[in-house]
Nanobody
Framework: QVQLVESGGGLVQAGDSLRLSCAAAKAAGRTFSIYAVGWFRQAPGKEREFVAAITWIAGTTYYADSMKDRFTISRNNAKNTVYLQMNTLKPEDTAVYYC???????????????WGQGTQVTVSS
């Protein structure tokens, strides 16, 4: 239903900031319909974990407890883009970051579909 493309990852030093972007576009012949977009991350050998989510219409945000002090999720509806501002990055933040669409705002991976390909974030110590 929706194509999601992440960008903005890269190699940074501890303490730096990055802003990730998730651009959404409808698939040809499909209706563009999003209730919420979430960010997840997955480090090598670890489970994919929830980072943050935002509803499309109201812009209501939800964060994992471990993320809310340093990460900020936002969206630009006109550009069909969701952002993840990451500040004071730590080596533990190193992971592939994914965005995904959901019909409900949720921290559960099973509630999401239309996953993007991911963007690599590497934080050196």
């Amino acid at each position: 239903q929706v194509q999601l493309v992440e960008s903005g990852g890269g190699l940074v030093q501890a303490g730096d900031s990055l802003r990730l972007s998730c651009a959404a576009a409808k698939a040809a012949g499909r209706t563009f319909s999003i209730y919420a977009v979430g960010w997840f991350r997955q480090a090598p050998g670890k489970e994919r974990e929830f980072v943050a989510a935002i509803t499309w219409i109201a812009g209501t945000t939800y964060y994992a407890d471990s993320m809310k002090d340093r990460f900020t999720i936002s969206r630009n509806n006109a550009k069909n883009t969701v952002y993840l501002q990451m500040n004071t990055l730590k080596p533990e933040d190193t992971a592939v970051y994914y965005c995904a669409r959901a019909r409900v705002q949720s921290p559960r991976r099973e509630d999401y579909d239309s996953w993007g390909q991911g963007t690599q974030v590497t934080v050196s110590s």
